[in-house]
C-alpha cells in the first residue's frame, strides 16, 4: 500500500480512526481503575462511553456488513475483558458479565431496525422514481396525442366547411349534420387544450406574471359574463390592490368556475363574485344559489375528469377538466382553492392567492390530482 493510497484511506475513515483512539483511552481508563483499586463502580463508566459512543457512530455511518460486525466484535471482546478482569480481580460481580451480551443485543436489535428502515427508504425511493417516470410518461403521451389530434380535427373542420358551403343551399339536413359534425369538433378542440393546459402546469414558463389591479380585472370579467344567462348577478366589493399573475390563466379559471355555476344553476338563481384581502393574501369567490354538490361528492370534484352529474350528457355536462385547471393554476401562482356548498342551497368556490410575487414552480400534483384528500374538484 503505497502513501498516497494510505493518507487517502486514512481521510475516508478518520472518525472511526479517532474512535478506535477514544475507545482505547477508555479501556485503559478501565485497567487503571481496576488495577490500582480506584473507586468501586467507576471502572463501568468508560465501559458504558465505548456502546454509547459506537451506538452514535454506527448511527452515522450506518455501515454494512464486515464493518458493523468488526466494530461490535471489538467492542464485545475490549469491554468483556476488561470486565472479566474486574471480576477476577473481585471489583464486579459475575453478573456484571451478562451486560456484555445485553449490550450486543440492543445494538444489533437497532441495526436490525436501522437496515429494515434503510430498505423502506430505498422501496419508497424506487417507488417515487417509477411514479415520477410514469407521470412524465403520462404528461408526454397526453401532450403528443393532443397535437396530433388537432391536425386532423382542423383537417376535418376544413372540409365540413367546404361541404357546407357548396352542399347544404336547399339541403336543411346537410346543414344541421354539419352543424353537429363542427359543434363536435370544437368540443373536442376544447377538450384538448384542457388537457394540454392542465399538462402543462408542472413545467416552468406556465406563468407569466404580470403587476395586475385586481378590482377592474375582475370587473372587466364580471361585465362580461353577466349577459351569458339570466341570472341574478352581483358584484360584491373587490379590494383596489396589485397582485402578480398570469392574467390569462387566473381569467381561464375564473371563467371555469362562472361556467360551472351557470351549468349548475336556473334562470333566477343568485350567481355573485366577491373578495377579500387578509394580509398579504387575496380571497377570491364565486358564489352560486344552485342545487349544491352532494357531501360525498366534494372529496373528488378536483379529481380529472369527474362529474357530479355522470347521467348528464358529455356535450351538455362537460368533460369534468375545469376545476382541475382552476386547481392546478390556483396552487401554480402559490395559493390554493376550497369549495363550500350545501345541496340546494348553493356553493362557493374560493381562490386564495399570495398578494406579491407569483410562485414560478407549480405543484404537479395539482394537475394529476394525486393527492384527492386536499380538496375538491367540480365537473365542468
Known amino acids: 500500500m503505497n502513501r498516497s493510497h494510505a493518507r487517502h484511506l486514512f481521510a475516508e475513515n478518520r472518525l472511526e480512526v479517532a474512535w478506535v483512539g477514544f475507545a482505547c483511552l477508555n479501556l485503559v481508563a478501565m485497567l487503571v481503575l481496576i488495577t490500582d483499586d480506584g473507586p468501586h463502580g467507576w471502572e ?70 436501522v437496515r429494515r428502515r434503510q430498505d423502506a427508504v430505498a422501496e419508497s425511493d424506487r417507488l417515487a422514481s417509477n411514479l415520477r417516470a410514469s407521470l412524465q410518461r403520462q404528461r408526454d403521451f397526453v401532450s403528443n396525442a393532443s397535437h396530433e389530434l388537432l391536425t386532423p380535427i382542423t383537417i376535418a373542420r376544413g372540409h365540413i366547411d367546404l361541404l357546407t358551403r357548396y352542399h347544404s343551399a336547399g339541403h336543411e339536413e346537410i346543414g344541421a349534420i354539419s352543424e353537429t359534425v363542427v ?40 361585465q362580461r359574463w353577466r349577459v351569458a344567462a339570466p341570472r341574478e348577478w352581483s358584484l360584491g366589493s373587490i379590494p383596489d390592490i396589485a397582485v402578480v399573475v398570469d392574467r390569462d390563466r387566473l381569467s381561464i379559471s375564473l371563467e371555469e368556475l362562472l361556467e360551472n355555476a351557470i351549468r349548475h344553476t336556473q334562470e333566477g338563481d343568485r350567481i355573485g363574485i366577491d373578495a377579500v384581502q387578509l394580509v398579504d393574501q387575496v380571497l377570491l369567490t364565486v358564489r352560486d344559489s344552485g342545487k349544491g354538490i352532494p357531501p360525498e361528492a366534494l372529496g373528488h370534484v378536483f379529481d380529472r375528469f369527474y362529474r357530479v352529474d355522470r347521467d348528464r350528457n358529455r356535450r351538455g355536462g362537460g368533460a369534468g377538466l375545469g376545476l382541475s385547471i382552476v386547481r392546478a393554476v390556483a396552487e401554480a401562482h402559490g395559493g390554493s382553492i376550497t369549495v363550500v356548498s350545501r345541496p340546494g342551497v348553493g356553493t362557493a368556490f374560493t381562490i386564495t392567492l399570495p398578494v406579491g410575487s407569483a410562485r414560478h414552480q407549480p405543484v404537479a400534483a395539482a394537475a394529476d390530482g394525486l393527492d384527492p384528500d386536499r380538496g375538491v374538484q367540480l365537473a365542468t
Not at 387544450?193 to 407569466?208: C, K, M, N, S, V
Open 44 to 113: 463501568t463508566v468508560p465501559f458504558h462511553l465505548i456502546y454509547v459512543s459506537f451506538t452514535l457512530l454506527y448511527g452515522y455511518r450506518m455501515w454494512r456488513g464486515r464493518g458493523t460486525i468488526a466494530g461490535i466484535t471489538f467492542v464485545s471482546l475490549s469491554a468483556g475483558g476488561m470486565t472479566l478482569l474486574a471480576v477476577h480481580r473481585s471489583r464486579e460481580d459475575w453478573a456484571e458479565l451478562t451486560e456484555v451480551p445485553l449490550m450486543g443485543l440492543m445494538f444489533l436489535a437497532m441495526v436490525y431496525h
Open 183 to 222: 359543434a363536435e369538433l370544437e368540443r373536442m378542440e376544447r377538450l384538448i387544450d384542457q388537457l394540454l393546459l392542465i399538462e402543462g402546469a408542472p413545467t416552468p414558463g406556465f406563468l407569466l406574471p404580470v403587476e395586475t389591479r385586481l378590482a377592474p380585472f375582475v370587473e372587466e370579467l364580471f
